[in-house]
């Protein structure tokens, strides 16, 4: 029978980590398994999708240096960090919720955090390596870490060496990897020792090394070759340095108040009953008034515009006649010369004149076909292979040459006229 879980509580679970260690706390799909009901049929094998949401017991998020990653809700959940100093003594209390995505079904428990202080940390030499073919999740796995300290060690020959902290370079403003060639998104490792950095760790501080550095190009790094087997570390990105060398900075804060308002006396709220309000006096000032003044301007401007022109009469009046008269001769010259231009007749060329054939007495068009070629042929010619006719266009009247002569000349009489009286 299926049984419906609403949520389920869990003993509170202790661990103790020390300042400066870091901390890693596996949330493992198995130990929830139990609180969920099993499948409806028995001996079907159980692989629920399970995720997790971790968040500091009344609040919704979980401190500052305590982070979580689950990559797919089949995998386990990590939480993962480094406490500090500030936290010594006081117990975090992190609430676990697990969350089943067959059956939406929750169970619960919370994780107490004891952090521990110890004298030996935190270590005076730290030194911070990328390593590029990592995730945070795969680092944080109990034998690749061992093996990356191991590797370490033997570098550096320390008597007291540990992880630090381990940050994605996603945090650290990475970017995302193309999901081809089983590209990592890359991890950064802190560890601390107690002995000064080796000669092999200083190599990357030479001039060689830093203008390759500049140049995009890998430094050449004698015991790199320790670590290529399992680990690529960029080491353009290491970070050494030695904490009882760097002076502390502290910036002079104003004294923190006690949080409480000072006191104003009661508070009076409105009362309930709320006077009416007349609106018309804020009309006339919104819209009456700039309307009003509108209309005044539009009256003005049309009166100056439509009443107060001069008008043809006037003009005429102020105008001496003597001008009058001559803008009247020149305009009816002009208009009749117009007209005489629209109906005289245009003199045809020869080319387009009907040819007479002086032997058989035919008139014979001289248009040839379009696609004849004419450039080549003389302007006149006898054309008595075509048998079209058409006929001569009529002669002009007599007299039409002496009315053309009489009106030039009373035309150049009345400009004669016109510059006498203007000189």
Known sequence: ELVTILSRSHADRNVYPSAGVLFVHVLEREYFKGEFPPYPKSGDASNDPITFNTNLMGYPDRPGWLRYIQRTPHSDGVLYGSPTAEHVGKPTIIEITAYNRRTFETARHNLVINIMSTEEFPLPYQAEFYIKNMNVEEMLASEVLGDFLGAVKNVWQPERLNAINITSALDRGGRVPLPINNLKEGVYVMV????PFSSCLREVESPHNQLRCSQEMEPVISCDKKFRAQFHIDWC????????KVVMVHSNRPDPGTGIL????????PSESLKG????????VTLA????????LF??????????????EKRNMQTPDIQLVHHSSIQKSTKELRNMSKNREIS???????????????VVPPIHPDNYETTSMPLMQTQTNLQNQITIPQQRPSGWCCRRLLHYRILSALLCVNVCVRL
């Not at 601390?192 to 002995?195: I, M, N, R, Y």
């Not at 008034?289 to 005044?296: G, I, Q």
Request: glycine share 8%.
């Open 192 to 195: 601390g020792a107690d002995v």
């Open 237 to 244: 990105k290491i970070s050494l340095v030695d904490i009882t």
């Open 262 to 269: 000072p006191e104003f006396g009661e508070y009076n709220p």
């Open 277 to 284: 309000r007349d609106y018309f006096s804020d009309f006339l």
């Open 289 to 296: 008034v700039p309307s009003a003044v509108a209309l005044v």
């Open 299 to 312: 009256f003005i401007l049309g009166y100056s515009m439509c009443c107060r022109r001069e008008g043809v």
């Open 348 to 362: 045809w060329p020869l080319s387009t004149l009907p040819v007479f054939n002086p032997v058989s007495g035919e």
